[in-house]
């Protein structure tokens, strides 16, 4: 039987009130980070400065040159055609590309600060082999989540916008996009898809946790495939006639085959465990 960790005793189990105030200080402190991790991604560009004969990159205050800007200016230059131009069609299109762009940032950077900051509140009341799990859980997330933006950024995007080019050259229209909706659509395609990659990591931890066992996932693979493309159709942009989402829901129907292989993995460990 797995026993709980004795971190804190029954006897010295706290209030209610003292479980608040430590979200309250946790949640600050993570909040903290994410709003310094923006300042500096927004208001702070990066420059050399040269001292004994090396180069040293520090920061400066710098709206108009920021570390977002140098990001969006890599965007256009890597998934917009060359024929295709932006428009910024409202005024502050600008500005809020770069908050868009530093609040992605900002929350990648902070992640870890977040992360620890959850774990420090809720890891008391873990017994150990959730504490195992848990633990095990943060480097495989990062790493599919990493993948899935890395996916959407070099495969997805660029197959997009050249569709539209084609599409809009066809008909004779001139091809321009708002400079908005171009970052929006580049931030969002990379998180959601960044997420949707997390999809064995979700199967394996279900069977970790004992809730579907990994045969389950083997004798219902066609649902799983199902699956895959209903959450392809979700999170595609739905305007290049069902290429993005056919390939969003081949790789999701490939991840979810790894699924199942590390469904049985996550039994075996399972039963290590003793659980």
Request: aromatic share 14%.
């Amino acid at each position: 039987m797995t026993e709980r960790t004795n971190e804190l005793p029954k006897s010295q189990e706290r209030p209610l009130l003292e479980h608040l105030n430590e979200l309250i200080v946790r949640a600050r402190r993570a909040l903290i980070s994410l709003v310094i991790a923006f300042v500096i991604f927004f208001f702070f560009g990066v420059t050399e400065v040269s001292f004994d004969g090396f180069n040293f990159p520090i920061l400066y205050p710098n709206l108009f040159n920021s570390i977002s800007s140098h990001f969006i200016e890599l965007f256009i230059h890597t998934e917009l055609p060359p024929q295709m131009k932006l428009l910024n069609l409202n005024p502050f299109d600008t500005l809020f590309s770069a908050a868009y762009v530093s609040f992605f940032l900002s929350l990648f950077i902070a992640l870890p600060i977040i992360v620890h900051e959850i774990w420090g509140f809720v890891s008391p009341g873990l017994y150990e082999h959730e504490k195992r799990m848990a633990r095990m859980i943060v480097l495989p997330a990062f790493i599919l989540f990493a993948a899935g933006s890395s996916f959407a950024y070099f495969v997805i995007i660029p197959v997009m916008m050249k569709f539209v080019l084609i599409y809009t050259t066809t008909l004779g229209v001139e091809p321009t996009l708002s400079l908005r909706a171009f970052i929006n659509t580049v931030m969002s395609l990379m998180l959601t898809v960044g997420v949707a990659f997390e999809y064995p990591l979700v199967m394996s931890m279900l069977t970790l946790a004992g809730v579907v066992k990994a045969q389950s996932w083997r004798k219902n693979w066609r649902y799983g495939v199902l699956g895959a493309f209903i959450i392809a159709w979700f999170i595609s942009p739905g305007t290049t006639g069902g290429v993005i989402e056919t390939t969003i829901g081949v790789t999701l129907s490939t991840l979810y085959f790894v699924g199942v292989a590390a469904s049985y993995l996550a039994e075996r460990k399972r039963k290590s465990w003793g659980i």
